[in-house]
């Protein structure tokens, strides 16, 4: 029997012990933060903060730049030539061209005990000059290998430490398992520099992975959350990433999303509701008065009141200092949170003139929105066809309480539904936005029934009923390891 480090290592902090006040906390502040009226209150309290830091920011370059308003084709040809390096810095990532500094990047670190959390399964690639980790479990004995191989993908902020369970818990069913820490994030290095982190990047980073020679002719299945999905829907479809696979692979979304499209006044046609809408523009609002002081345990408590301060202290354990969450705030600020017709008016004169007055790096996560959404718009159509679609097998699954995400249930079945095969699309209740961390059990039934449903059935656990119990019974260890 090949031995293997516990999911999750033992920590017992004062925080573990007011986790019950903590909780209580956080489920009251979901409470009221779920009524639309108090996310833009809360939305327009932030506003003045931050349009003041802004202010603050942009001005010196302003004032500077002013008496070059006498010969506009000098603004016009600084925006234009700033545009070109992000363009060119996108496509050498996309294609993974493009060399990072070392001095420009930190080692990935974890606060201990985490730092062994499955040491010994601990493999990396090279992407753009920096070291990629995952975490790489074959098969556990006794159990016959099942010839699959499940890919896990997470969002942000985390890492693969939201798969502490479902790793082990794959391999002993026969599947082996494949789970990644996107650059910036995990034990992954962690690139110091925002303008240098798009999105782009962590496509080619997802493409390196399923590129490794082994996977080539394997059942693959890929399970992603949040941010992840999103990468994962855009890089399999994306011309410039030709699949490495002899077959599409499976997919299995958890809580996870398009980037949104939106409308003027979110009328007919916007992915996002006005209650959805409402905690993207706090997200974005707070993240960017607070950046990188906006503490990953208030996020994680937020979207999973329930979570203990076991699992907080995980998902935060790779950002060690403010340096170490450039790629964090990166994602908050890369959501297209804007109509169409803003981003399309980058491209006017007038508006290239004003971008010229302000600094470059301030326009940034503007332009890494504008390529999302540009790159949305070519992409998406794609999964609709059954001639186009990159993957032949899916399904969607939620928690019903997400309080960020919930609308993109339907956007995903609708956008999926008529390109490869359904496997449902399934609302998962009492759990949000992290649904491993209420119903663990639960996902992880769902998601061993899509891997290999045959398989999952002659255990007896077929059916919502047999993951429900699955859940029942890791509730029961869990409440007997904290008693102990």
């Known amino acids: 029997m090949v031995s293997k480090p516990p999911s999750q290592p033992p920590v017992a902090t004062l925080s573990s012990l007011i986790d019950p006040f903590t909780q209580l906390i ?17 939305a327009v309290v932030y506003f003045w903060p931050y349009a003041v830091l802004q202010l603050f920011t ?28 992000r363009a060119r810095l996108a496509g050498e990532q996309l294609r993974g061209t493009f060399e990072f500094a070392k001095a420009e990047r930190l080692e990935g670190e974890l606060l201990p005990p985490y730092d062994k959390w499955q040491e010994p399964y ?87 992975l399923l590129s490794l020679p082994f996977l080539a002719n394997k059942e693959i299945v890929i399970a992603a959350h949040d941010w992840g999905g999103a990468i994962t829907l855009l890089t399999l479809a994306h011309p410039a990433l ?22 003027p006044l979110l009328l007919k046609g916007s992915d996002i509701s006005y209650n959805g809408y409402a905690l993207y523009l706090l997200w974005y609002l707070s993240t960017g008065f607070l950046g990188p002081l906006l503490p990953e345990s208030f996020v994680m408590r937020f979207m999973s009141p ?68 540009e790159m949305d718009l070519l992409l998406r159509h794609l999964y609709s066809s059954p001639k186009t679609s990159p993957t032949n097998k ?36 009492r759990a949000g936005h992290y649904p491993l961390e209420e119903k663990s059990g639960e996902i992880k039934g769902l998601l061993a029934e899509f891997v290999d449903e045959e398989g999952w059935r002659k255990r007896g656990m077929g059916s919502r009923r047999g993951s429900r119990e699955l859940n029942r019974r890791e509730t029961r260890d869990q409440r007997s390891e904290a008693t102990n």
């Open 394 to 429: 899916h399904k969607i699954v939620f928690g019903r309480d997400d309080p960020l995400l919930a609308d993109f249930k339907d956007i995903l079945t609708h956008a999926l539904a008529e390109g490869s095969e359904s496997e449902g699309s399934v609302w998962v209740k």
């Open 242 to 263: 030709p699949s490495p696979f002899t077959s599409p692979p499976s997919l299995f979304l958890l809580n996870t999303f398009f980037p949104p499209r939106i409308n």
């Open 122 to 208: 601990l493999e990396y690639i090279s992407v753009c000059g920096l070291d990629v980790c995952y975490i790489h479990r074959h098969p556990s004995p006794p159990s016959s290998p099942s010839g699959k191989v499940v890919v896990l993908v997470h969002g942000n902020p985390s890492w693969s430490w939201m798969w502490r369970t479902t790793v082990p818990f794959l391999a002993s069913l026969g599947h082996e398992v494949l789970a990644l820490d996107f650059l910036g994030h995990g034990r992954s290095d962690k690139p110091m520099n925002p303008a240098q982190l798009t999105f782009e990047l962590h496509m080619r980073t997802l493409h390196e």
């Open 26 to 42: 956080f489920h009251l502040i979901r409470f009221f933060t779920a009524w639309t009226v108090v996310r833009y209150a809360c």
């Open 306 to 373: 329930t979570i203990s301060a076991v699992n907080v202290n995980g998902y935060g354990a790779p950002y060690l200092s403010r340096r170490h969450k450039a790629s964090v705030w990166v994602f908050a600020h890369m959501v297209p949170w804007m109509v169409d017709e803003v981003y399309k008016a980058r491209k006017a004169w007038v508006w290239r003139l004003v971008e010229g007055l302000v600094p470059e790096s301030w326009m940034d996560n503007f332009h890494k929105q504008a390529r999302l959404r």
């Open 58 to 85: 942009i001005l010196p370059t302003v004032l500077v730049r002013l008496p070059l308003l006498i010969y506009p084709p000098w603004l016009i040809a600084h925006t234009d030539a700033a545009n070109a390096r």
